[in-house]
């Protein structure tokens, strides 16, 4: 199995409060993927990375904020939880290469209350 | 609207019949892939097909990348339980990065006994 682990595996939080999800690599990957999962709506992206500090957004990035300051860690942040950001959270890595496989963690169950 | 979009989003049929599901975009894309996703896990990747009209071949499972590269089908002969899942076609968008990954919203099936 691919180095992957994301931090923590499940959290209930208040509305309002900032909230960090952590994704930690051992693969020295240089892809990494936050994706939001949610019923009917498959893996919708939030923000990517292709490299120590560069990051780019994706489909459904605002409300959150990421970080990239060492290869292995990508941070997300909710600055301001809301109840709309319930939902679960995957991470994934990617060597690169359009037909690479990505590796996925095994997702943060958020819940804001 | 997703850029890739996945039909049909749920499917359940009895044990020993054939299926097959699609993953379609107004897009052409360089390759396309298949992941099966199980509860409380995240996605693993079946395929990669990156050469139009391909098709490729995973003991029951057939790929197939349609000839202009906007489409892609799974089909699935003599399914079984543990086919059960869900299976998502993913990409990277032309023209937006190469390492941005999207999801279609996925087909949720249930092969039972």
């Known amino acids: 199995d691919a180095g992957i682990t994301q931090s923590p595996r499940h959290k209930v939080t208040e509305t309002g409060t900032p909230v960090t999800l952590r994704c930690h690599q051992t693969?020295?990957?240089?892809?990494m993927y936050w994706y939001r999962q949610d019923p009917g709506h498959g893996l919708r992206l939030i923000h990517y990375?292709?490299?120590?500090?560069?990051?780019d957004k994706g489909e459904v990035s605002d409300g959150y904020s990421v970080s990239r300051s060492k290869t292995e860690d990508f941070l997300l942040t909710l600055e301001s939880a809301t109840s709309s950001q319930t939902s679960v959270y995957f991470c994934?890595?990617?060597?690169?290469?359009?037909?690479?496989?990505?590796?996925f963690g095994q997702g943060t169950r958020l819940t804001v209350v | 609207t997703q850029l890739l979009e996945q039909s049909p989003q749920f499917l359940s049929i009895q044990e020993g019949e054939n299926l097959t599901v699609y993953c379609n975009s107004s897009?052409?894309?360089?390759?396309l892939q298949w992941y099966r996703q199980e509860p409380g896990e995240g996605p693993v990747l079946l395929v990669t097909?990156?050469?139009?009209?391909e098709v490729k071949k995973l003991k029951r499972l057939t790929f197939q990348f349609g000839d202009a590269r906007k489409d892609s089908s799974l089909h699935i002969t003599a399914a079984q339980p543990g086919d059960t899942g869900l299976y998502l076609c993913?990409?990277?968008?032309?023209?937006?990065?190469?390492?941005?990954?999207?999801f279609g919203q996925g087909t949720r099936l249930t092969i039972n006994p």
């Open positions: 994934a890595i990617s060597s690169g290469g359009a037909w690479t496989e990505a590796f």
């Open positions: 693969e020295n990957h240089r892809y």
């Open positions: 990375s292709y490299g120590v500090k560069d990051t």
């Open positions: 897009s052409v894309f360089s390759s």
């Open positions: 097909v990156v050469t139009g009209g």
């Open positions: 993913a990409g990277h968008p032309p023209g937006q990065g190469a390492q941005k990954l999207v």
